[in-house]
């Protein structure tokens, strides 16, 4: 945190070379944790994860002359708000004016899990704040449903009647990660649950976004719209849910919907991809980003 401030409660798990700050927008005071110097990259972390999710990729992307920008979301990790309200925006509406506080008008967008519901709506609706995106184990917004696609959805009952005090321990089982992950690791992504306004959040998060864009989904909105951002769609080979066979049934013909979408699948790696594999997705990442123009 910044010189003077109060050791956060619970303490963050550790990471070399990241810097703390705390941003104050409207409602909101955004813990950013970043490292690296060059061309921004914001990095939305998933659920129920923060900012230490990136400690890899991040950590890679300064090493090749990115600054990485790693918020905790509303509801997630050491963001503090004023108002336990969120609604299908309210994340989006944040990270605008997270941008706009550091002075930012375009960066490059790295996104996993719930994050990448925030970059469907960043991409779509205000396309000129993004350079390049990467979007992992979350299908395009313009997929097609259907039943295949069901089970991909079948952790959601979980988090919308959550109760408070329940360990969400149950995320990282062998059902969404390749490899398993240490206590230590688990314990790291799991520290904000100690905080009641992070463990009564899961509900209000989870159902405001998920459920809030669900009908948008279902009724083919981003269909008839154009993705403009060039994306890379970034799937583990052992994802049970979202895999290379899943893509080729619900995504045919993308250039279709978007400007230069590609599909990547990564060895060794499920929904947890970054916990998985993260130097395959950091060289992934670095590869797409020195793409751009």
Not at 14 to 30: D, I, Q, S, Y
Not at 240 to 269: H, L, Q, T
Request: glycine letters at 8%; proline letters at 8%; hydrophobic letters at 40%.
């Amino acid at each position: 945190m910044p010189s003077g401030a109060a050791s956060p409660v619970p303490p963050m798990p550790e990471a070399p070379g990241f810097e703390h700050h705390v941003v104050e927008t409207p409602g909101l005071r955004t813990h950013l944790a970043t490292v690296g110097e060059g061309d921004p990259v914001l990095l939305l972390h998933g659920f129920p994860q923060h900012w230490w999710q990136w400690r890899v990729v991040a950590s890679r992307l300064a090493d090749e002359g990115y600054r990485a920008l790693c918020p905790d979301l509303r509801g997630s990790g050491w963001t503090e708000a004023t108002s336990p309200e969120i609604t299908r925006t309210s994340r989006l509406d944040d990270v605008l004016a997270l941008l706009d506080a550091l002075a930012l008008d375009r960066v490059h967008l790295v996104s996993h899990d719930l994050g990448s519901v925030t970059a469907i709506q960043l991409s779509y609706g205000h396309p000129e704040r993004l350079r390049r995106a990467v979007q992992l184990s979350v299908p395009p917004a313009f997929m097609t449903l259907s039943p295949r696609t069901l089970p991909g959805f079948r952790h959601l009952p979980a988090f919308f009647w959550h109760r408070s005090g329940t360990s969400l321990r149950f995320t990282f089982s062998e059902r969404y990660v390749a490899q398993p992950m240490s206590e230590a690791d688990i314990a790291a992504h799991l520290a904000p649950m100690q905080r009641p306004e992070i463990d009564a959040a899961v509900r209000t998060v989870s159902r405001a976004m998920v459920l809030g864009e669900a009908p948008r989904l279902a009724g083919g909105t981003y269909r008839r719209q154009r993705l403009r951002v060039p994306t890379l769609f970034v799937f583990g080979r052992e994802d049970r849910y979202w895999n290379e066979k899943i893509m080729g049934i619900v995504c045919r013909e993308p250039e279709k919907y978007a400007d230069g979408a590609e599909f990547a699948y990564v060895d060794g790696a499920s929904h947890f991809i970054t916990d998985d594999a993260p130097e395959a997705v950091a060289d992934l990442v670095v590869d797409w980003l020195g793409r751009a123009a």
